[in-house]
């Protein structure tokens, strides 16, 4: 069950990244079509700024990171033992290099990772996290942390981050020149040409929220192939699941930084609390959600 659970989840990521590229590239076309009367022209101009967003965005420091998160490193085990111990153990286990270990000064349980690549990677807990949790729970979130460092989950995230953000960059350049002189498709007034615009205009329209959508979905599907890998690396989904039961009665934490939420092993911003409405656009699948997987396990 769980290593058919961890080849579901990646198989739906895939999915997930394809679906994103074509919807850059649609948006390209749409661009190009309406505003140089060359849709692969637009398709190539939105995949050329599609890299030079991915460029920049992967190479951001994780110092940035921890600083949007007012968060500080601890250097040995003498500042905290037991994260230290725990952090060091469930890296042993993934086989990847000791990451960075940083502390949020936050009453609020909340964890997360972040890194370009195992090799940089840092991972952070709150004071939260660090008085509620005891060892075995602690295990299971460190855990999830670093099958998120294993799986190149945050250097995923990124990417998809880099993606929507080049979205809304063509949709803003759209928005710029129709408010300056609109397109120079008006010599399409046959039927084809006329729905061929429309069409245009509908995807540069609802590309934004399509993106933020997949944006989520993916997210969403990390945090359960995440919550799987701990379990592996634990061999104790009783860990977990007792971690994340704690996490539906915790507090949002004070001042999180909206632009990290989709890191953290629960949504900083509601933290459990979720409403009874559509969880189209959570960073994080319900915790509810998340237990019964485990259990099923």
């Known amino acids: 069950m769980l290593y058919q659970q961890i080849a579901r989840n990646k198989r739906m990521t895939v999915v997930v990244m394809v679906a994103f590229s074509a919807l850059v590239a649609l948006v390209g076309a749409a661009v190009g079509y309406l505003f140089a009367g060359s849709a692969w ?51 042993m286990v993934a086989q990847v290099p000791m990451p960075r270990v940083f502390i949020i000064d936050d009453p609020s349980p909340n964890a997360f990772a972040t890194g370009n690549n195992p090799e940089h990677a840092a991972v952070a807990a709150t004071t939260g996290l660090l008085q509620v949790m005891n060892r075995e729970e602690l295990e299971g979130v460190m855990g999830h942390e670093m099958s998120h460092v294993r799986n190149y989950d ?5 990417i998809a ?24 498709r008006d010599d399409d007034r046959d039927g084809a040409g006329v729905i061929a615009i429309l069409g245009s205009i509908l995807m540069i329209i609802l590309a934004p929220l399509a993106a933020s959508i997949a ?13 799987a890998g701990s379990v592996e690396l634990t061999r104790n989904p009783h860990g977990l699941i007792s971690a994340l039961t704690k996490l539906k009665n915790a507090t949002p934490m ?12 629960s949504d900083p911003e509601k933290n459990g609390k979720h409403h009874w409405f559509s969880h189209l656009f959570d960073t994080h699948p319900p915790l509810d959600d998340r237990i019964q997987r485990l259990e099923n396990m």
């Open 41 to 91: 022209g637009g398709v190539i101009i939105a995949l050329v700024i599609a890299l030079i967003y991915v460029s920049v965005m992967v190479g951001q420091s994780t110092d940035v990171v921890m600083r949007m998160n007012n968060a500080h490193e601890i250097h040995s085990a003498d500042e905290a033992p037991e994260l230290w111990h725990v952090v060091e153990d469930m890296a």
């Open 154 to 158: 945050i250097r995923l995230q990124t």
């Open 161 to 184: 981050l880099a993606l929507a953000s080049a979205i809304g960059a063509l949709t803003g350049f759209v928005s710029h020149i129709w408010w300056f002189g609109g397109s120079n």
């Open 215 to 227: 944006q989520m979905a993916l997210s969403r599907n990390r945090e359960y192939l995440a919550d």
């Open 254 to 265: 004070k001042d999180p930084d909206p632009n990290s939420s989709a890191l953290y092993i």
